[in-house]
């Protein structure tokens, strides 16, 4: 038994009209042991201890321990202010305006994160252009605790009695295996509409289940999600794709109002070409996943920003543009190319804050399908093709393609995505009308854009067949 259990149901973020009293668990009672922890959060945590403060492993990272998971990351919090954090830590720097928070340097640029305790989240301030005083945004561990999303996100593990502190229940939920938020989910779900993202992202990672009333309060709030910057529901999306576990992600977004709030567009097409683009996206998914998952045990993998969104509009994309099934030649590949992109522009770019050239290359990926569809294997795909740097891409992506219409194909290695990150020169990203255009003879239109060795710029494609 934990050696205090009292407890009461949190009631919002930040401002606790009575102090909520916390319950310790005690090494016997939970499965997080010292060594598990990084060596480099470690040292952090008892360098702050022996300079008199007080120092905790907090949010993902004691999840994940808990759950017998490896953490991406250990964050710390502390009562120690920014500015003593970079006294005590010489290798350090200070990033962030309004919550400050301290990277501290180790060799083999790995970077410990360290916080200040919080009143409350940047997104549950009051009014708009309110200013608190900066020292006002500190805050004690039970405030801390709850201002943060999840309640199995808002644990405490402290090294001096190797205990985790919970003022939520997120030890209980823990071990019953359900999400909940902290607080009044409609209250928390307002204030920043990206927690519901988190719920369903955690829902698909954990596989538990969501408490009723968050639930309940997700359906309520979906449609506010669109009031988000792009810009970081591109990143939460960005995120959930490389996750390992985007297909429970996409499922988990399928059973709530959340799928078509973010992606409208997909309900295209009668019941029946909804579920068959359904199940494609999940075989598609599933094969990314297997891809990201052999890279946590393997070696690192990057896939591309661009090749995760083609991936997942390409049920989408085949269903609205008839994709691959039509040969797609001269004046017709350009107008089926150019629709394609202006619909990926209104539907996907704008809303997500998609970059420039990100869209391009979806586009030109998605389009090529056709291509490479009513061609041979390998040898025959058309040369001006195989001279591009998307080349490879393209090949992936109908591999893909061609898993979701249940064909079985060797599949999309994580060896294919395993080379160093490449980074593709603007010029590079040239659009699949030249291509098409030189394919009937005229050798690549404007040279300035050339991938040749020898364009005008010396600029070369890097991903020869
Ligand atoms: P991951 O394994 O993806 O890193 P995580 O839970 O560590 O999962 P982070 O985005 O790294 O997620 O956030 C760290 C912690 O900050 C969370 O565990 C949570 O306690 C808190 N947090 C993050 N986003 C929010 C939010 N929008 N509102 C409240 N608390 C948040
Ligand atoms: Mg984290």
Redesign the pocket.
């Known amino acids: 038994m934990p050696n205090q259990s009292q407890e009461r149901q949190a009631t919002g973020e930040g401002a606790q009209s009575s102090p909520a009293v916390a319950t310790i668990f005690s090494e016997t009672e939970h499965p997080i042991r010292e060594h598990q922890l990084d060596r480099e959060a470690l040292k952090v945590l008892y360098r702050l201890r022996d300079a008199g403060y007080k120092g905790y492993l907090v ?2 990272g004691v ?2 321990l808990f759950l017998g998971k490896q953490p ?2 250990f ?1 710390i919090s502390t009562d120690a202010r920014p500015g003593q954090l970079r006294r005590l830590f010489r290798n350090s720097r200070t990033i962030g305006r309004r919550f400050r928070l301290v990277q501290v340097f180790f060799r083999g640029n790995k970077i410990i994160e360290v916080s200040t305790l919080r009143s409350r ?1 940047e ?1 549950d301030e009051g009014g708009e252009g309110e200013l608190l005083a900066s020292n006002n945004t500190f805050g004690t561990l039970e405030e801390d605790a709850f ?3 999840l309640t199995i ?2 644990l405490f593990y402290e090294i001096e009695g190797r205990t985790v502190i919970d003022y939520v229940g997120g030890v209980e939920d823990l071990n019953r295996g359900v999400i909940r938020m902290v607080g009044d989910p409609d209250q928390r779900f307002t204030h ?1 509409p ?2 519901m993202l ?1 719920v369903v992202r955690h829902a698909a990672r954990t596989g538990f289940s969501i408490d009723p009333a968050t639930s309940a309060a997700l359906r309520r709030h979906s449609g506010e999600l669109m009031l988000c910057p792009p810009s970081r529901l591109r990143d939460e999306i960005l ?1 959930d794709l490389r996750s390992g576990a985007s297909q429970a992600w996409a499922e988990q977004c399928l059973a709530t109002p959340l799928w078509r709030t973010l992606f409208p567009f997909y309900r295209h097409g009668g019941r029946d070409a909804q579920e068959q683009g359904r199940l494609a996206l999940l075989r598609i998914l599933a094969e990314m996943d297997r891809v990201c998952q052999s890279d946590r045990e393997e070696r690192p993998v990057r896939i591309d920003d661009y090749f995760l969104f083609a991936a997942l509009l390409l049920p989408w994309a085949c269903s609205r543009f008839h994709l691959p099934g039509e040969r797609l030649r001269g004046p017709q590949f350009h107008e089926r190319l150019t629709a394609l992109r202006d619909e990926i522009d209104r539907h996907f770019a704008v809303p997500f804050n998609v970059p420039r050239m990100a869209k391009e290359r979806i586009s030109t990926l998605l389009i090529n399908l056709s291509t490479l569809h009513h061609v041979g294997n390998g040898k025959d795909h058309p040369r001006w093709l195989q001279r591009k740097s998307y080349y490879q891409d393209c090949k992936r992506l109908y591999a893909l393609y061609q898993l979701s219409q249940g064909r079985s194909v060797q599949g999309v290695s994580a060896e294919d995505f395993s080379s160093p990150v490449q980074k593709q020169k603007a010029v590079e990203v040239i659009s699949a009308v030249q291509g098409a255009s030189s394919s009937r003879g005229r050798g690549g239109g404007n040279p300035a854009f050339s991938s040749k060795k020898s364009g005008v710029f010396g600029l070369r494609s890097r991903r020869h067949s």
């Open positions: 949010g993902g999840r994940d991406k990351d964050d989240s997104y201002r943060r999303d996100n808002s920043d990206v927690r988190r995120k």
